[in-house]
């Protein structure tokens, strides 16, 4: 699989320090951790790791604290949950990257687990710093990159690490992730349907251009949907727009005509005032000067059930709608219990990525199904335009 190397199952782990990276970049309110999903999936590898006595480092980012220690982005939170879920001794280093932090990894015991403070504490991490990297390495001897999410990055514990290491190695996430998106890029099963929703079409151009050549339908929701309707010579009243879209989504409909891959967009949607009030059902010609489009309406639900209905293959980036409002997020909901209902059924491969996908399905309460939900935001993005990750050549 693209040559990347990854973690051998009957490996001889015992003893041995695996230095692992994995993502727990959670979202937090006052120290309490909000939604536990990245903590809960690294947790199989981490049990199993511990079951055959290895010693574990393991590493993580959170936030954006731009080399400077900030106590509301520590670790601490998780380190606290952490305790609860596995039946080990896990310490925690809030420390340097120094003799004292390689002590610490080398006096672990088997099955013992080591968790170091949060990575971007220390600006080298960010600059992909060589000393630091090497600094980094001497706390382990097996590389594990379970990150996925942040291989996009060339970051020290993602990308200069790897020099310093015998053995380096992708995990079973990182694996779940890249066989993922290979369904929707390699081996999918037509016809395909890509639903992208989401505000800027800026930040996903590359992903629809690349998508157009791959696949059948392409639904355009969410704020990005108000660009396309605009292009089209209907007024969205005070809804949000991205400006210079015009010659972007002439490009993206040139494309799609090249490449016999149809562009669906709302043909109603539900409209209020302002963020935080009720919603009316507006269809696509009608929507007032002072309104703002916050979700899809009932007749464009109905027409993105049927396409998914007649579809094998469905990625979803993007909620539907202003979900934050539950008034605005029954399209969002709609379209997950459809593609859920379909999975279940076994007629539908089906790959959800993006926080605010999951957030709005977290948010929903629904009791969903999907093959794969990728916790992954931009490294899922880029590696769909067919990008080559730093974090992931490294490890080939």
Not at 45 to 57: A, D, G
Not at 112 to 125: P, Q, S, T
Not at 275 to 298: A, C, N, Q, T, Y
Not at 336 to 359: F, H, V, W
């Amino acid at each position: 699989m693209n040559g990347i190397k990854f973690f051998p199952k009957n490996l001889e782990i015992t003893n041995k320090r695996i230095f692992l990276r994995v993502d727990l970049n959670v979202p937090l309110l006052k120290g309490k951790i909000l939604d536990h999903t990245r903590i809960l999936l690294i947790l199989p590898f981490l049990q199993e790791l511990i079951k055959r006595k290895s010693r574990i480092i393991l590493i993580s980012h959170l936030g954006r604290p731009e080399g400077k220690k900030e106590k509301e982005l520590s670790l601490n939170p998780i380190f606290q949950y952490l305790k609860t879920k596995i039946k080990t001794k896990v310490f925690f280093h809030t420390g340097n990257i120094n003799e004292e932090a390689k002590n610490k990894s080398l006096g672990l015991k088997e099955g013992e687990v080591l968790l170091l403070e949060n990575i971007r504490f220390f600006k080298e991490e960010t600059e992909n710093n060589e000393k630091f990297s090497r600094q980094l390495s001497e706390l382990g001897e097996i590389y594990i990159n379970d990150a996925f999410s942040c291989s996009h990055r060339k970051q020290s514990s993602i990308h200069k690490i790897t020099d310093f290491f015998k053995n380096s190695y992708g995990g079973p996430l990182l694996k779940k992730e890249i066989n993922a998106v290979n369904l929707i890029i390699k081996e999918k099963k037509h016809p395909v349907t890509c639903i992208i929703g989401g505000s800027k079409i800026s930040t996903k151009i590359n992903v629809i251009s690349n998508l157009i050549k791959n696949v059948d339908n392409v639904v355009i929701v969410g704020a990005m949907a108000n660009n396309f309707l605009m292009y089209k010579g209907y007024k969205i009243g005070k809804s949000l727009i991205e400006k210079n879209s015009k010659e972007v989504i002439k490009k993206i409909y040139t494309e799609a005509k090249k490449n016999d891959c149809k562009i669906i967009i709302p043909e109603d949607c539900k409209v209020s005032k302002s963020f935080e009030g009720k919603s009316e059902i507006r269809d696509k010609d009608k929507i007032g000067d002072e309104e703002i489009v916050l979700d899809i309406g009932p007749k464009t639900v109905k027409s993105i059930e049927k396409t998914i209905d007649n579809s094998k293959t469905v990625l979803w980036n993007g909620p539907a709608g202003y979900f934050e409002n539950k008034n605005f997020s029954s399209g969002t909901n709609a379209i997950a219990k459809k593609i859920s209902e379909n999975t279940n059924n076994n007629s539908l491969i089906s790959i959800l990525g993006g926080g605010d996908t999951i957030a709005a399905l977290n948010k929903s309460d629904l009791k969903l199904s999907f093959t794969h939900l990728s916790t992954a935001g931009g490294a899922f993005l880029e590696y769909l335009e067919g990008k080559d990750l730093p974090g992931l050549s490294v490890l080939k």
